[in-house]
Nanobody
Framework: QLQASGGGLVQAGGSLRLSCAAS????????MAWFRQAPGKERDFVAL????????YYSESVRDRFTITRDNAKNTLYLQMNSLKPEDAAVYYC?????????????????WGQGTQVTVSS
């Protein structure tokens, strides 16, 4: 199970850190990612961190502003979000890819958190 937290309301230019705590299973050998979904839109890839070597990948829209990290000892995934923009507002979901294929496609992910709402005021 995945439990996402850390969302909230922030002014444009502000920061938030999302967390995703995993329980019931150790995800340290799986790729993990963040996706987001705004109202009326599809679920979009945000960032990915691989289990092997901890390589990170980002969507163009968040690169240089967001940082994905993981603490395998705590079985927790993080997303540090800086310089937030109104267009970053969405429900953010953490996800696990058991196949660890390094994918940015939501269909590749088998486990999902419940989502945490991020609202950015202009």
């Amino acid at each position: 199970q995945l439990q996402a937290s850390g969302g909230g309301l922030v002014q444009a230019g502000g920061s938030l850190r999302l967390s995703c705590a995993a329980s019931g299973r150790a995800f340290r050998t799986y790729d993990m990612a963040w996706f987001r979904q705004a109202p009326g839109k599809e679920r979009d890839f945000v960032a990915l961190i691989t289990w092997r070597y901890g390589r990170t990948y980002y969507s163009e829209s968040v690169r240089d502003r967001f940082t994905i990290t993981r603490d395998n000892a705590k079985n927790t995934l993080y997303l540090q979000m800086n310089s937030l923009k109104p267009e970053d507002a969405a429900v953010y979901y953490c996800a696990v890819d058991i196949e660890s294929g390094g994918s940015n496609w939501s269909g590749a992910y088998e486990y999902w958190g419940q989502g945490t709402q991020v609202t950015v005021s202009s």
